[in-house]
């Protein structure tokens, strides 16, 4: 993956991920270690490659529920967020 956004000449760079990236912590521990909480040393290393190469990228984070409602919603705001997002960058 980072060889791929190395060499990549694409204006928006995006990294999709099923999962909450950033820290969930209850009293100085990750909340839930099947997300990026239960592997915080690769999220530093993801951090890091990030800031080290200066990528602009949009991170954006998805959460699918089991009930399918609920799961057609998240997929609708997360295509409106990314848009409001792109447009908000391109000013």
Known sequence: MQDELL????????LVQQVMVAPLEVA???????QWDGYPAERDRLYDFITTNDMKILLLLQV???VP????????????LL???L???SL
């Open 7 to 14: 060499v990549s000449t694409a204006q928006w760079k995006i």
């Open 28 to 34: 100085g521990f990750g909340v839930n270690g099947d």
């Open 64 to 66: 699918i529920f089991t």
């Open 83 to 85: 848009a409001l997002a």
């Open 69 to 80: 409602g609920q799961m057609i919603y998240q997929e609708v705001r997360t295509i409106l």
């Open 87 to 89: 447009l908000v960058l």
